[in-house]
């Protein structure tokens, strides 16, 4: 026996790893290889879900195709019932999942679908789960989808194509704007897969144009589309898509089936199969028995305080201060965080969270410092406006507070930048006057 041969039959010979050498690997990660003992195991209810468990809030999805045809196949195979919110012209979804999942005392979860064999992440999805009536959870998606955009446009689609409810939410467009943005949608629903018979359009501004718009996006498709009211908070939001998903629970059988079919499919047949709907969001007329095959019921959602009672609740001048510029156009997430620590203090928004901007806030914060120190040009906190792909960022001091800074993300299709560094310069009186020089 050669050498090589005796190198490779003695675990413990020199250059060779201990028989538990690959312990520590197997500890930091949450998806070393399992071997099941049967048929039942591996169809256990962890498989009928998409992707794996790989932390608290967050699920993981391995392919080895695009995103989106991955996304469909789950969805053929599963037949999983969400709820899918998508926007336009605003960035509205995520913030009415991060209030949904804080007003049920829940939080928002991820799901990251990965490149088979690299582990390269492709795209991150979020998502909130909402308690049913008889124990189990409906998932509502964000289409806000981190990935590039050929990703995030095809993963977009099939959330809202393969949803038992697709929600679009319309920012303020003129009526020529919105009829192009919706007509990709249209197109869509014609050529297929388009599962979906139910779609509610949730205006953010006047709602006279989309309703208009939205029943020409109807025209031979057979997807049932409604518009609500103008809608201006997200407990307003959820109202109505939760009035909207109690309705769909009153479909008998037959519908449910016919529901399920692709646009044309019925034959002659081509208008929406559910009845029609009364005003959107009003509670339903009837309450009846239910199917067996009938959706999840939602239990309603937590009470979201007003603004007045907001006002008045006790709070400290820095959440005030977050929460008033989360209100600002465009604005995505923004958090005070200690510049020495990088710890977060207070947040408000969506995604990205509090850690992530804090943590980077910093790093920006210490590398413009830097600059500025060996440059000469002095050591004062900077102060910057920075524009990304798709968003922009605002790094700035607060006042009457040595050793805080804000980090904020605002949405660059629905944020103008010179704007809203002016509408933060002027939250700056919520800690009292400028100081005299």
């Not at 899918?84 to 509205?92: E, K």
């Not at 067996?292 to 939602?298: E, F």
């Amino acid at each position: 026996m050669n050498n090589s041969d005796s190198a490779r039959s003695t675990p413990t010979a020199a250059g060779a790893p201990a028989p538990d050498a690959w312990q520590a690997t197997r500890a930091q990660t949450s998806l070393a290889t399992q071997m099941l003992k049967d048929e039942d195991e591996y169809l256990a209810p962890e498989k009928h879900d998409i992707g794996r468990q790989t932390g608290v809030n967050e699920r993981e999805l391995f392919v080895s195709c695009d995103p989106a045809l991955a996304m469909q196949q789950q969805f053929e195979h599963l037949h999983p019932e969400f709820i899918a919110v998508h926007d336009i012209a605003t960035a509205s979804s995520r913030r009415l999942l991060a209030g949904i999942a804080a007003a049920g005392g829940r939080a928002v979860q991820k799901l990251v679908i990965r490149r088979q064999g690299y582990g390269t992440a492709l795209a991150s999805l979020e998502f909130v789960e909402l308690p049913a009536a008889d124990g189990g959870v409906l998932r509502m998606y964000s289409t806000e989808v981190d990935a590039d955009t050929v990703a995030r446009h095809g993963l977009s689609r099939m959330l809202l194509a393969f949803s038992r409810l697709g929600v679009i939410m319309v920012g303020d467009l003129p009526a020529h704007s919105i009829a192009s943005a919706l007509k990709p949608f249209q197109e869509f629903m014609l050529s297929g897969p388009w599962p979906n018979r139910q779609l509610l359009l949730l205006p953010l501004a006047s709602g006279n144009a989309l309703a208009a718009q939205g029943a020409e996006l109807a025209r031979g498709t057979g997807v049932n589309v409604r518009t609500t009211p103008q809608v201006t908070r997200p407990a307003d939001a959820w109202g109505f898509i939760n009035g909207t998903w109690a309705r769909l629970g009153e479909l008998g059988p037959t519908d449910v089936r016919r529901a399920a079919m692709p646009a044309g499919a019925a034959g002659s047949s081509a208008t929406a199969p559910s009845r029609p709907m009364d005003v959107v969001g009003k509670p339903p007329a009837v309450a009846g028995a239910r199917a067996a095959t009938d959706p999840l019921t939602m239990r309603p959602m937590p009470s979201v305080s007003s603004a007045a009672a907001r006002a008045a609740a006790p709070r400290s001048l820095l959440d005030r201060y977050v929460q008033q510029l989360a209100e600002l156009p465009g604005m995505v997430s923004c958090c005070v965080f200690d510049v020495a620590s990088g710890l977060e203090v207070t947040h408000a928004g969506a995604s990205p969270g509090a850690a992530d901007l804090a943590m980077h806030g910093k790093a920006l914060l210490a590398g413009m410092s830097a600059s500025s120190r060996s440059l000469g040009l002095g050591h004062t906190l900077p102060e910057a406006a920075i524009t990304l792909g798709s968003h922009h960022l605002l790094l700035r001091a607060v006042p009457g507070h040595p050793g805080l800074a804000l980090h904020a993300a605002l949405d660059k299709a629905s944020a103008n930048l010179t704007l809203a560094r002016l509408q933060v310069q002027r939250m700056d009186t919520l800690f009292g006057p400028p100081a005299r020089t």
